[in-house]
């Protein structure tokens, strides 16, 4: 028995590889399917199965491009619905898969077809179970994902869940093992454990939703306590997952396409283009395209697209670092973005070389910051709601990257002001969305929160009064 989780850390998500006996299944597939099929040939075997856990938000799966190239089925527990070729299978209903064997459970909750496979092993043993977004490691999934489908409420859903955990997933022995769909950083559930594997005692004893005294009605709102809005491209994913969608290769041959500098101006002013800078921060700030939108590779790429651009049909253009072409094509797609219609041949220094205007971020050191900074200063702080809770600049105001378009009423027109994420990441993409919306009088602070803290900068760890509400 071989079992592999395959973890990618920009999704922040877990797919499997599970081999006995030259067969494999493979459980919630990346849309690109090489690796999967490399290595099942590697080892003289063959897929036969191609599990999915649920319809996922979050990311395109590979589902349907490995079942067009191995001929395997795909498999979704009850009550999915799909518009290619699947088997519908019940709770109970048994796989065999070399001389092991994979068990559907039906776990609703997170949403209506949610299914946990549990794995026996050679000799009829509970082994693991691969629980999707059902149950995390610390969490367990947000229940409000399927509500406008099914025309329910999340307190119907979460109540769902605390049955699947208690009925399904609970009864099994401690030491079955957890590998879940998600790990940290996801969106799909509140606060998700930075590992990836666990096992059912492990959570019982440190998972809050797994508590043997919580009654379902607390177990409702400690669920659905503080969910924020779900990311904005997550219908999106889920219909292509549902329905289907290009295969991958067509994608990134047309998304690495070579452009000049004038092809590259008019698509973006011609064609609508949205043009999408994922170089390094620092690189960005020392010279941009005029209107680009930073976001960089080295940092939760994919989600941030998804969540800030939101629509998957518009078409982008890339500014890339060389060489790094085919993998910004890649994860766009793997959030459902599939209109990339070509990069900037020679990247940002052939637009420079070709006279056309550019632009930059006024950006200091946090040295620097704190010998400028007076009592007057306009600071805004980027990071999310927890992180600005527990420290923050007392004079900060509180402006969250993921809502930053609900805030650009408060950032002044004319007067200079200072703007911070933890590292300088997520400032970058802030700096790059307010430029494009007209508003230039922004200095960003180099490294962060943490810099500045570095840098002997006073901080609290209470929601100042200035904070924006």
Request: aromatic share 8%; glycine share 10%.
């Amino acid at each position: 028995m071989k079992i592999e989780q395959i973890y990618t850390g920009c999704l922040a998500q877990g797919a499997y590889y599970i081999e006995s006996k030259g067969e494999v299944a493979i459980i919630d597939p990346l849309r690109e399917i090489k690796p999967y099929i490399e290595k099942a040939q590697s080892n003289n075997s063959r897929i036969k199965y191609i599990f999915e856990t649920h319809f996922h938000a979050d990311f395109v799966s590979g589902h349907i491009t490995l079942a067009k190239e191995t001929g395997a089925p795909i498999i979704y527990g009850p009550n999915a619905e799909t518009s290619f070729e699947s088997i519908i299978a019940t709770d109970g209903q048994e796989f065999s898969l070399g001389d092991l064997s994979i068990i559907v459970m039906h776990t609703p909750g997170h949403t209506m077809e949610s299914t946990t496979y549990l794995l026996k092993d050679a000799q009829g043993k509970n082994h693991a179970i691969f629980s999707g977004d059902t149950l995390f490691l610390g969490d367990v999934g947000r229940p409000d994902l399927a509500q406008k489908t099914n025309q329910i409420t999340q307190e119907d859903l979460a109540g769902m869940l605390y049955d699947s955990l208690r009925n399904k997933i609970m009864p099994l022995e401690n030491e079955v093992l957890v590998y879940p769909a998600h790990g940290a950083g996801s969106a799909c559930g509140k606060n998700l454990s930075k590992e990836t594997v666990g096992t059912i005692g492990g959570q019982k004893q440190t998972n809050y939703a797994l508590r043997n005294d919580m009654t379902k009605a607390e177990f409702i709102k400690e669920v659905t306590d503080g969910l924020l809005p779900p990311p904005i491209y997550f219908p999106a994913n889920v219909k292509m997952n549902k329905e289907g969608y290009k295969d991958i290769d067509e994608v990134i041959e047309k998304g690495t396409r070579e452009l000049t500098p004038n092809e590259f101006e008019n698509l973006a002013n011609d064609r609508g283009a949205l043009i999408l800078d994922v170089r390094n921060q620092s690189d960005f700030a020392k010279g941009h395209i005029p209107n680009s939108i930073f976001i960089g590779l080295d940092g939760g790429f994919a989600p941030w697209v998804g969540s800030l651009i939101g629509d998957i049909a518009h078409p982008i253009v890339l500014i890339t670092p060389e060489g790094r072409e085919e993998e910004a094509v890649t994860r766009l797609s793997r959030v459902g973005f599939d209109h990339t219609l070509g990069y900037l041949k020679g990247g940002f220094e052939a637009w420079k070389t070709s006279g056309k205007d550019y632009d930059i971020v006024h950006s200091i050191d946090a040295t620097e910051f704190k010998k400028k900074r007076t009592d007057q200063s306009i600071i805004f702080d980027v990071r999310k709601d927890g992180e600005f809770t527990a420290e923050n600049i007392p004079t900060a105001k509180h402006a969250p990257l993921s809502r930053i378009n609900d805030f650009l009423a408060n950032f002044p027109n004319e007067k200079n002001f200072y703007i911070h994420c933890a590292g300088g990441y997520r400032s970058m993409i802030a700096a790059s969305i307010l430029k494009s919306r007209g508003i230039h009088n922004l200095i960003d602070i180099q490294g962060g929160f943490k810099a500045i803290k570095e840098a002997g900068i006073p901080t609290s760890g209470y929601v100042c009064p200035s904070t924006i509400k």
